[in-house]
């Protein structure tokens, strides 16, 4: 099992870019989430999946959005990148029965110029 | 919504003392309470966790210890090595609504010093 996969895994843009960050597990969990990290600021969530077909708001979700394409992949969309979307992004998973118990992946380091 | 505070942000201590890291949270409905390990360059990975119903739990070097009436929760490590040398986040989280997402604290930076 390779767990919570991310694509890419860095990537830089310029301010006003669109871009698309991939994410796919193999568990079979049912919830998925999207975290920023920034220096000094911990873990922030910005959107989440707690199944198929549904998708929900964080802390952050301004500038984001989200796709849950089937049960493995949830993808977070900016539509017009801007330097303070500048973080490391990460994903998680996590199965029904421990939803609270979150797996990561990996991460993808956004730099926006 | 909660909010966790985590203390201290930078942690440096001798190999083999004991570190003790200590978050508080504000939602007195939070009952799930993890620990993660984050090491540079890496994704952050799970070490320990703890539910309200228990005031302590132990794995080989690391405990977490629980009060839920002051709203505290901690982690310590005791005879630490250099491998122990990373950030670590605790978090906090009411279990009982529904997947949601979890709310950390800002880190701290555990230094071993040789």
């Known amino acids: 099992n390779a767990g919570v996969t991310q694509t890419p895994k860095f990537q830089v843009l310029k301010t006003g870019q669109s871009m698309t960050l991939q994410c796919a597990q193999d568990?079979?969990?049912?919830?998925m989430y999207w975290y920023r990290q920034d220096p000094g600021m911990g873990l922030r969530l910005i959107y989440y999946?707690?199944?198929?077909?549904?998708?929900d708001k964080g802390e952050v979700p301004n500038g984001y959005n989200v796709s849950r394409l089937n049960k493995r992949e949830f993808s977070l969309r900016l539509e017009s990148a801007a330097p303070s979307q500048t973080s490391v992004y990460f994903c998680?998973?996590?199965?029904?029965?421990?939803?609270?118990?979150?797996?990561f992946g990996p991460g993808t380091r956004l730099l926006v110029l | 919504g909660e909010n966790v505070e985590q203390h201290p942000s930078t942690l440096s201590v001798q190999e083999g003392d004991s570190a003790v890291i200590k978050c508080t949270y504000s939602?007195?409905?939070?009952?799930?309470f993890p620990w993660y390990k984050q090491e540079l360059g890496k994704r952050p990975q799970l070490i320990i966790d703890?539910?309200?119903?228990?005031g302590e739990k132990k794995d080989q070097r690391i405990a977490v210890t629980l009060n839920k009436t002051a709203k505290h929760f901690s982690l310590h490590i005791t005879e630490t090595q250099p491998e122990d040398s990373a950030v670590y986040f605790c978090?906090?989280?009411?279990?009982?609504?529904?997947?949601?997402?979890?709310?950390f604290g800002k880190g701290t930076h555990l230094i071993i010093q040789p």
């Open positions: 998680a998973s996590s199965d029904l029965s421990r939803w609270e118990t979150q797996y």
């Open positions: 978090a906090a989280i009411y279990s009982g609504g529904g997947a949601d997402g979890l709310t």
């Open positions: 999946s707690a199944s198929e077909g549904t998708t």
């Open positions: 568990m079979n969990h049912n919830s």
């Open positions: 703890i539910r309200s119903n228990v």
């Open positions: 939602d007195s409905a939070s009952n799930y």
